[in-house]
C-alpha cells in the first residue's frame, strides 16, 4: 500500500507540472509546480543555437520536487485517516 501511495505521489506531483496554472515572471522565465515550483524554463531572446538543446534552459529542482512528493503524500494519508474515522463513526451508529 506505501508503495504505491508513494509511487501516485510522484505522478501527481508531476502531472501538476503541467495541469495547474504556472507563474510568469519578467518575461524572462516561467515556473511550473505545485505547490512548490520547481520547473524554471528560461526564455532567452536569442534562438536556440545548433550546438544547444532545450534542456540547457530548463531547470529542475529535485529538493523542491521531494518537498512537493512528501507533502501530497501527507495529504493521502491524513485523507485515508480521516476517510476511515468517518466509516467507522457511521458504521458505530
Do not use: C, W
Not at 509511487?7 to 518575461?27: K, M, N, W
Not at 532545450?54 to 518537498?67: E, I, Y
Amino acid at each position: 500500500m506505501r508503495k504505491n501511495q508513494l509511487i501516485f505521489s510522484f505522478v501527481i506531483v508531476a502531472l501538476t507540472a503541467y495541469l495547474l496554472p504556472y507563474s510568469y515572471s519578467d518575461g524572462f522565465k516561467s515556473s511550473f509546480g505545485y505547490p512548490f515550483s520547481y520547473v524554471t524554463i528560461y526564455h532567452l531572446p536569442e534562438p536556440i543555437k545548433r550546438n544547444e538543446i532545450l534542456l540547457m534552459r530548463t531547470n529542475f529542482n529535485m529538493l523542491l520536487f521531494l518537498a512537493n512528493v512528501v507533502l501530497i503524500n501527507l495529504s493521502i494519508i491524513v485523507i485515508a485517516v480521516l476517510i476511515k474515522k468517518a466509516r467507522k463513526t457511521r458504521h458505530e451508529d
